[in-house]
């Protein structure tokens, strides 16, 4: 089975930044496709962000493009959000989960998650 756990989430002033992490137990993360999700409370999980396994292709939201860089680090099997210009409507749980091709969740169960609170 594989595993995923997210950690690097906290309480951040507006304009402030955090890097969150994705790590990968069991698992190869280097021949998957990850993406980043988060939910609000209330709200419905929305996709984030996404960065393919061997071509480089990466997704944003129109919502963070432009403040959140995808990235991954094979050796340390690992995946990175780094977000920047943090907002108040950026505050949420958010997740990573493996992929498909069009970024959809293949992962059918979900881990804890980060906390991200973004507020002045």
């Known amino acids: 089975q594989v595993e995923l756990v997210e950690s690097g989430g906290g309480l951040v002033q507006p304009g402030g930044s955090l890097r969150l992490s994705c790590a990968a137990s069991?698992?190869?993360?280097?021949?998957?496709?990850i993406g980043w999700f988060r939910q609000a409370p209330g709200k419905e999980r929305e996709r984030v962000s996404c960065?393919?396994?061997?071509?480089?292709?990466?997704h944003y939201a129109a919502s963070v493009k432009g403040r959140f860089t995808i990235s991954r680090d094979n050796a340390k099997n690992t995946v990175y959000l780094q977000m920047n210009s943090l907002k108040p409507e950026d505050t949420a749980v958010y997740y990573c989960?493996?992929?498909?091709?069009?970024?959809?969740?293949?992962?059918?169960?979900w881990g804890q998650g980060t906390q991200v609170t973004v507020s002045s």
């Open positions: 989960a493996t992929v498909s091709a069009l970024c959809d969740p293949t992962l059918d169960s």
């Open positions: 069991g698992f190869t993360l280097a021949y998957y496709a």
């Open positions: 960065i393919s396994s061997s071509d480089g292709f990466t």
